[in-house]
């Protein structure tokens, strides 16, 4: 096979690849249970793009990832006494917003934000929490 042909062959694969459900909502969404669950990051600034992310996944593990880039997404389902937690810290100088939340049935959410950096934007709670105090149910 020539580079040409590789070339080709790595594209089609990275295009299938890239093409599968993901994140988004899709039936590839992780986990099992009744409620669909999205955590977010977002904020930031042109300088500080990027913030140290810990979070329970749809398996009830956690996780930490070191400098992901903001705005940073996770969403998958869980059963209605699932334990939720996000939070982010960003690195640097200066102020600049960091929102932490979590949207349960993308309808019902809570959020943290912080103005500071080098302070952590926290929430956590259950899907059954969230929807018990959301004032639009």
Do not use: K
Request: charged share 15%; hydrophobic share 40%; net charge negative.
């Amino acid at each position: 096979m020539g580079v040409s042909q590789n070339i080709i062959i790595s594209l089609s694969l990275l295009i299938l690849l890239c093409s599968c459900g993901g994140s988004d909502g899709s039936d590839e969404t992780p986990g099992t249970g009744d409620y669909a669950v999205r955590y977010e990051v977002e904020g930031g600034s042109g300088i500080i793009n990027v913030a140290d992310i810990s979070y329970i996944d749809a398996n009830g593990l956690e996780h930490a990832i070191v400098d992901a880039p903001i705005p940073w997404v996770y969403s998958f389902r869980a059963s209605a006494d699932a334990d939720l937690f996000v939070t982010a810290v960003l690195h640097g100088p200066g102020t600049t917003t960091l929102y932490a939340t979590i949207t349960v049935d993308n309808t019902c959410w809570i959020d943290y934000r912080t103005f500071v950096t080098e302070s952590p934007a926290f929430v956590s709670g259950t899907p059954q929490g969230i929807l018990t105090s959301c004032p639009n149910r």
